[in-house]
Structure formats: C-alpha cells, structure tokens
C-alpha cells in the first residue's frame, strides 16, 4: 500500500494523559499537513510541514499540541494533558510542492478522551 | 459567516439518478479547489481538483467552478449505490495547506 499511513487506528486514552500519533506520508511527498474532524464537521486544518519545516500552525493548535517531522519523513502529533474535548479523528494528508499540491488523506487516527 | 458553506443533506437518491452537490463560499482568494468523497469511519478520498475557474470531468464526475458567483459543484451521473457517502467540498488560496472544508453533504443512493 502506497498511500498515507496512520498508526494508530484507535486511541482510547484518560483525561490528563498524553498522547502521540504517527503518520507515514507517500514515499515522494514533500509536504505533510495535520488535519483535525470532529463528528458532523469537515477536517480543519492543525499544521504543515514542507519536508523538515514547520512552515504553518493554526490557531486550533494549542500549547498542548507539538508536531514533528524529523529527516522530512514520518511526522508525529503529540497532544498532551488531554482534554475531553480533544476527541476528533486527526487525519494527515500529503501532497508535492506547488504547483502539484493534490492532498491525499491517511484513514485516520480516531481519539477518544474518557 | 463560514468561509464555506455546504449543504449538509441528507440527500437520497434513486440509482441512476443524476446528483447535484454544491458549495458557497465567501473568500474570492481561493483558487484551489476540491472535492472529497468519505465513508464512514475512513479519511476524505480526493475525487476531483480545479485549479480557478471551469469544468473538469472524470468519468462519471464533473466538477464545476464559478468564481464569480463563489460557486462550486460535483456532478455525479448515473449514480451508483456505492457512491453513498458524505462528499465534501475543499477549497484554499494557496493549495492543500490550510484547506477549508464544507461540513459534508451525506449522499445515500437506493438501489
């Protein structure tokens, strides 16, 4: 399989924990994005990357939230102290450099706070 | 105001049927723009990207951009059941970072 993937699937974690997910981006791609869904909504952008580079934060992402992309390669999203209300699925896309910048999304990691 | 409206549905549909999604939007810098298909439970698969303004067609798909109107939509001829899922709308000014979705149209196709 080829395409962006996410690890893990699922994540059940408690309040005050801390949590990280892993992406694995299309093998060519340069630029890796962080994306956010809660239930009945469409993703909101988190951040992105241009190969090592943090080029871009969103002011969703709280002080909470740090993503790395070590070697411009797999990125991470840690999230800590959870709060109830960071239960969304974080989905991570891929893309080339402009002007070819057709992102394509991982599955999904699915977060539950309890 | 939302930088993208979308309606959300749902809309069902008979197989066969032609479907008509659209989304409004009120950031003239956009240029970029896409649609996303999703089942539930799994991440938004690309289905079709316009750079500006015109058609693009693909397949049983056609997606259409007015700038001037702040207007976009997807087409889908001869619907099928598989094709039942939540379609959303993307769009940006300055490619796939920071995209702006619509909320999801919940598409269901009877057989």
């Known amino acids: 399989d080829t395409g962006v993937s996410q690890n893990p699937r699922h994540k059940i974690t408690k309040r005050g924990q801390n949590v990280t997910f892993r992406c694995d981006p299309i093998s060519e791609h340069n630029r890796l994005y962080w994306y956010r869904q809660t239930l009945g909504q469409g993703p909101e952008f988190l951040t992105y990357?241009?190969?090592?580079?943090?080029?871009?934060k969103s002011r969703l992402l709280s002080d909470r939230f740090s993503a790395e992309r070590p070697k411009g390669s797999f990125s991470t999203l840690e999230i800590q102290r959870t709060e109830q209300g960071d239960s969304a699925m974080y989905l991570c896309?891929?893309?080339?450099?402009?002007?070819?910048?057709?992102?394509?999304f991982g599955q999904g990691t699915r977060l539950t706070v309890v | 105001q939302k930088e993208v409206e979308q309606d959300p549905g749902p809309l069902s549909v008979p197989e066969g049927a032609i479907v008509s999604l659209n989304c409004t939007y009120s950031?003239?810098?956009?240029?970029?723009f896409m649609w996303y298909r999703q089942y539930s439970r799994k991440g938004p698969e690309l289905l079709m990207y316009?750079?500006?303004?015109g058609n693009k067609e693909d397949g049983r798909f056609t997606a259409q951009v007015d700038k001037s109107s702040k207007y976009i939509s997807l087409f889908i001829r001869d619907s099928q059941p598989s094709d039942s899922a939540t379609y959303l709308c993307?769009?940006?000014?300055?490619?796939?970072?920071?995209?702006?979705f619509g909320t999801g149209t919940r598409l269901t196709v009877i057989p």
């Open positions: 950031n003239s810098a956009f240029q970029y």
């Open positions: 990357f241009q190969n090592e580079a943090q080029l871009e």
């Open positions: 896309a891929s893309s080339l450099a402009p002007p070819n910048t057709e992102a394509f």
């Open positions: 993307a769009m940006s000014e300055t490619g796939a970072n920071n995209l702006f």
């Open positions: 316009t750079y500006s303004s």
